[in-house]
């Protein structure tokens, strides 16, 4: 089960998860549905913080109109926010589900508010990186004084470049975050980012690869700006220069060139990462891709194809995801 993610996707769905079994709750106070067999609950206590639930999963597929995949995400994240204690013996292979849910009162609209509140305080706990030290102190600004008046104080400049993780100049654009951090995760993921100069695509890379790391991955940064011009001037030599670049972050680099003594660029380098890169890492590989406008057509034809050619093959490429970043003149 992989770490959860906190997004405003995934807190919607978690939200109508909860909103949904106490809306049923209530309904079959009042005998609204037939199939009410499948769904048991009681009030544990007289104050109505505790629903004990007995039910099916397939009844809660009906009931919330989830995913299988999606309701074992939901059931984590609300254990997570100790909102749900799971009461079944075996978790495995069973289609019973036992469970309580630790509420604030009977009344929904509290709940979900109450549950609002929860979220975003345990969603900050999680964005802060992990190891992070404390805050930097705040220089004090400087005051100047000409015949007795002070001078306005300048107006902080914004930052070029990529962004910190906590830096407040960094504009989240809801729900994109949320469908990259989602889609990263899926075995054999190919993400595109494209948008113009100075828009924030390193940034939103660097929150990527954070939460990627989150979940178990390695991550590999690599920035087409600090090739050399040299580098694209044939296609051995960029593809050479690519497997050698995230050879050496991930320190396997001694076998590189027993694979470059072979005809065929694209062969030796498709080799050299299922053989010598993926077959050997113990965790999941992200690759990040920046700068990709300043490599021609053909050869990043050449790229994407190396890695998705083999993943349409069914060889061992699900291990790995791919991020790309492109400068655009405009986000089509």
């Not at 050479?240 to 694979?259: A, N, P, T």
């Not at 062969?267 to 490599?295: H, N, Q, R, W």
Request: proline share 5%; charged share 25%.
């Amino acid at each position: 089960m992989r770490k959860p993610t906190w997004g405003p996707v995934v807190k919607e769905r978690v939200r109508h998860f909860l909103e949904a079994s106490l809306s049923r709750a209530d309904a079959l106070a009042d005998a609204l549905y037939d199939d009410v067999d499948d769904f048991q609950y009681r009030w544990e206590d007289s104050t109505g913080q505790k629903l004990v639930v007995e039910t099916k999963r397939r009844c809660l597929e009906r009931l919330t109109n989830l995913k299988r995949d999606q309701i074992y995400e939901v059931i984590e994240i609300l254990k997570t926010l100790e909102i749900l204690e799971d009461n079944r013996v075996q978790t495995q292979g069973k289609e019973e589900w036992h469970f309580t849910l630790r509420l604030w009162s009977k009344d929904l609209a509290k709940n979900l508010s109450q549950f609002d509140r929860e979220w975003e305080n345990k969603r900050s706990q999680k964005l802060k990186p992990q190891g992070a030290g404390p805050a930097l102190p705040t220089m004090p600004q400087a005051l100047i004084v000409i015949d007795g008046q002070p001078l306005p104080s300048a107006e902080p400049e914004f930052p070029v470049g990529q962004v910190p993780l906590t830096s407040g100049f960094y504009v989240e654009r809801p729900p994109i975050e949320e469908r990259c951090y989602q889609e990263i995760l899926q075995p054999g993921a190919l993400l595109r980012i494209k948008a113009p100069r100075l828009m924030g695509k390193t940034s939103l890379m660097a929150r990527i690869l954070y939460q990627a790391r989150e979940h178990g991955y390695q991550t590999v940064p690599l920035s087409f700006q600090l090739a050399d011009r040299a580098v694209f001037t044939n296609l051995d030599t960029f593809l050479r220069w690519f497997c050698e670049s995230i050879g050496r972050k991930l320190k396997r680099l001694e076998q590189l060139d027993d694979y470059w003594i072979a005809y065929g660029s694209k062969d030796k380098s498709t080799a050299y990462f299922e053989e010598c890169l993926l077959a050997e890492i113990t965790s999941p590989l992200l690759v990040s891709l920046d700068g990709m406008e300043l490599i021609d057509f053909f050869h990043t034809v050449t790229l994407l194809m190396t890695f998705l050619v083999s993943y349409e093959l069914g060889m061992n490429m699900q291990g790995m995801a791919i991020a790309v970043a492109k400068s655009g003149k405009n986000s089509g």
